[in-house]
């Protein structure tokens, strides 16, 4: 299993995506990057999961699934936003962002959940707070955060379905869960010793 984490110049948010392959095939972790930056990797793209809502996160989503046609996976909580530019703040960068897709290819999952997929197990931690239903995913000791939390920071909790209390508690899970390196929604990766110490520091200004 390889992990990349793929920046597209078209995304001025600077998103982390991160395309996890296994031989020729591979899953998506947010569609903040288009086809066109992961043509050259040649592989059979057989779903994406989404961090959450947020229009950084899933712009390329349309393109991505009429290019792949593969399923998307999303919380239930945050399902909601790919359809309405209001919750997913496309309408801030005036782009009014809804998937236009088959509707049956979104796929929800629940805490906890383990989804299979070819040579992938994928475990969905819901980690509310930055979004209603933001989640992290762990793969193997590899934990990706989306916005809940960064290398060196946590995830803004002032959106139209944030929630401070909620963040906390994502925090305190995120603590006891057992990864050893992070890849989160923005800027650079960390591992678990980094976050142990970081998380503490978070959580005692809370
Ligand atoms: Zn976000």
């Known amino acids: 299993m390889e992990i990349k984490k793929i920046n597209s110049l078209k995304n001025r948010m600077g998103t982390n995506s991160y395309l996890i392959m296994d031989n020729n095939s591979a899953i998506l972790i947010d569609a903040g990057i288009s086809p066109d930056d992961i043509l050259k990797y040649n592989i059979n793209l057989k779903a994406i999961f989404l961090t959450?809502?947020?229009?950084?996160?899933?712009?390329?989503?349309?393109?991505?699934?009429?290019?792949?046609?593969?399923?998307?996976?999303?919380?239930?909580?945050?399902?909601?936003?790919?359809?309405?530019?209001?919750?997913?703040?496309?309408?801030?960068?005036?782009?009014?962002f809804t998937f236009d897709g088959n509707k049956s290819s979104i796929k929800t999952f629940k805490d906890n959940d383990i989804i299979q997929i070819g040579n992938f197990n994928i475990k969905c931690l819901l980690t509310p707070g930055h979004?209603?239903?933001?989640?992290?995913?762990?793969?193997?000791?590899?934990?990706?955060?989306?916005?809940?939390?960064?290398?060196?920071?946590?995830?803004?909790?002032?959106?139209?379905?944030?929630?401070?209390?909620?963040?906390?508690?994502?925090?305190?899970?995120?603590?006891?869960?057992?990864?050893?390196?992070?890849?989160?929604?923005?800027s650079r990766m960390s591992d678990i010793n980094e976050q142990k110490t970081n998380i503490k520091q978070w959580l005692s200004n809370y």
């Open 131 to 186: 979004t209603a239903g933001s989640a992290s995913f762990l793969i193997e000791k590899n934990l990706f955060s989306g916005d809940t939390l960064f290398a060196e920071s946590i995830g803004r909790t002032d959106f139209k379905t944030s929630s401070p209390l909620e963040q906390k508690s994502s925090l305190e899970r995120l603590e006891k869960v057992d990864f050893l390196k992070l890849y989160p929604g923005h």
């Open 52 to 96: 959450h809502c947020h229009y950084d996160h899933i712009m390329f989503l349309n393109e991505l699934y009429n290019f792949y046609k593969c399923d998307i996976y999303i919380s239930e909580k945050d399902k909601n936003g790919i359809f309405d530019e209001s919750i997913n703040l496309s309408n801030v960068f005036k782009r009014n």
